[in-house]
C-alpha cells in the first residue's frame, strides 16, 4: 500500500531539545517537502528536495535542518533555535520538480513547552 | 513573488445546496498551476480540483469546479450539492512553471467552510 508515513502523530518536547520529525514515502517520489501549518494560517515551505543528497530552502528555514540520504527519507530536526516550534508539520512528495501533485502525510502535531 | 488570497475565513451552506469560495493570486507569470486543497479534521491534505493556466476550460471533478478567470487572477471553488463530508478547511494553492522554485506550492491561509444538514 503506497504512501507517505509520518511519525509519531504527536510529540511534546521541552524547550531547549532538538526534536526530529519523521517522513517516509514508498510511491519512488523524487522531491520531498516539509510545510508548516499555524492556526489560522495556511501551509508555509520550510524545506525541499528534488533529488537525493540535495535540499534547498523554503520560506522558514531558519530553526530547521534536513538530511535526504535516501530517496525514501526526509527527516526534519526542530533544533532549539527555532523561537516558535510549536505547530502541525506536514511532509509532502511529488515524482519530480515536474509534477504539479504533491501528495501529503498525516502530519505531526508537535507541542513544546 | 507570488501571493495567494482567500478572503472568506469562514463560509457556511446547507446540505444539498451550493457555495463558492473564494481565490485571487498575485503573479506575473504566464504559466502556472491552481489547485484546491481539502483539509478535513483529521488534517490530512486531500487534492480535489487542479487547473493550468494555459488551458481556458474551467475544470470539473464530480461535484466540484472552478471558475478560473486569468485576466482577474482570481480562482474560485464551486461545490454543489454540498454534503456533510465536504465539512472542512479549504486551501488555494499555486505553483509555478518557471526558475528553481518550480514544483512548490504557495498556499492561501485557507476557509472553513462548514455544512449544515
Known amino acids: 500500500d503506497g504512501g507517505i508515513t509520518q511519525s509519531p502523530k504527536y510529540l511534546f518536547r521541552k524547550e531547549g531539545q532538538n526534536v526530529t520529525l519523521s517522513c517516509e514515502q514508498n510511491l519512488n517520489h523524487d522531491a520531498m517537502y516539509w510545510y508548516r501549518q499555524d492556526p489560522g494560517q495556511g501551509l508555509r515551505l520550510i524545506y525541499y528536495?528534488?533529488?537525493?543528497?540535495?535540499?534547498q530552502k523554503g520560506d522558514i528555514a531558519e530553526g530547521y535542518s534536513v538530511s535526504r540520504e535516501k530517496k525514501e527519507s526526509f527527516p526534519l530536526t526542530v533544533t532549539s533555535a527555532q523561537k516558535n516550534p510549536t505547530a502541525f508539520y506536514l511532509c509532502a512528495s511529488s515524482l519530480g520538480q515536474g509534477y504539479y501533485e504533491q501528495y501529503f502525510g498525516p502530519g505531526t502535531r508537535l507541542t513544546v513547552t | 513573488a507570488q501571493t495567494v488570497t482567500q478572503s472568506q475565513p469562514e463560509m457556511s451552506v446547507q446540505e444539498a445546496e451550493t457555495v463558492t469560495l473564494s481565490c485571487t493570486y498575485d503573479t506575473s507569470e504566464s504559466d502556472y498551476y491552481l489547485f484546491w486543497y481539502k483539509q478535513p479534521p483529521s488534517r490530512q491534505m486531500i487534492l480535489v480540483i487542479r487547473q493550468e493556466a494555459y488551458k481556458q476550460q474551467n475544470a470539473t471533478e464530480n461535484r466540484f469546479s472552478v471558475n478560473f478567470q486569468k485576466a482577474a487572477k482570481s480562482f474560485s471553488l464551486k461545490i454543489s450539492d454540498s454534503q456533510l463530508g465536504d465539512a472542512a478547511m479549504y486551501f488555494c494553492?499555486?505553483?509555478?512553471?518557471?526558475?528553481?522554485?518550480?514544483?512548490?506550492?504557495?498556499f492561501g491561509k485557507g476557509t472553513k467552510l462548514s455544512v449544515k444538514p
Open positions: 494553492a499555486y505553483r509555478s512553471d518557471y526558475g528553481g522554485s518550480q514544483g512548490n506550492l504557495i
Open positions: 528536495s528534488q533529488i537525493v543528497n540535495d535540499f
